[in-house]
């Protein structure tokens, strides 16, 4: 019986080194199309990304020369070259002001607040500059490290009928409140 045993194994180690050995071959051509001969399904698409920002940019702080002081008017004007006509049309300019010229309270232009009478301060833009004044009740001198700072948004590349409606829109439905400096900054990557 040891020897059947032994005669048994010696066959099965051949039958194992044989089928190894012959596996070593060319692969061979393809098979053929499936019955139908077409493609499976296609995937569905995904959804589309959020717009881009890359062309979003801020100025660096703006220290004005007021055109008027211990007065109920001043005005300062600003040159920036990408404030054109098409850009007023379609664009978004976002104005803020440190008002007390120390960093610690930037506030979204307009701005009204209270100093021995009522205190506005806005902006505009024209083509080719932005404008800053302020206009009081009375007689008055600002603050003479107040600074302003803007951020320009071009409208993205879809053909909305308001582009510029479309940017705040955007901006609305992320979360960011446009009087926030900070939120604003911190949503396109922009230094503070």
């Not at 010696?10 to 692969?27: D, M, P, R």
């Not at 920002?53 to 001043?74: C, H, K, L």
Request: hydrophobic share 35%; proline share 4%; charged share 15%.
């Amino acid at each position: 019986m040891k020897t059947t045993i032994s005669k048994l194994m010696y066959v099965i180690l051949l039958a194992v080194i044989t089928a190894f050995v012959s596996c070593n071959g060319e692969i061979g051509p393809a098979g053929p199309a499936g019955a139908d001969g077409t493609d499976g399904i296609d995937g569905t698409d995904g959804t589309d990304g959020q717009d881009g920002n890359a062309n979003v940019t801020a100025s660096a702080w703006i220290t004005p020369t007021w055109s008027a002081t211990n007065s109920t008017y001043g005005q300062y004007d600003y040159t920036e070259a990408a404030v054109t006509t098409d850009f007023m049309n379609t664009g978004v300019v976002l104005s803020y002001t440190d008002w007390t010229g120390l960093g610690q309270f930037v506030f979204a232009l307009p701005y009204t607040f209270q100093d021995g009478g009522t205190v506005s301060i806005n902006f505009d833009m024209q083509p080719g500059k932005i404008e800053w004044w302020f206009q009081a009740d009375h007689n008055y001198t600002p603050n003479a490290g107040a600074k302003f700072r803007y951020v320009l948004i071009p409208a993205s590349t879809s053909k909305s009928a308001n582009p510029q409606q479309e940017i705040l829109y955007n901006l609305d439905r992320a979360g960011v409140d446009v009087n926030n400096y900070y939120q604003v900054m911190d949503y396109y990557g922009l230094e503070y």
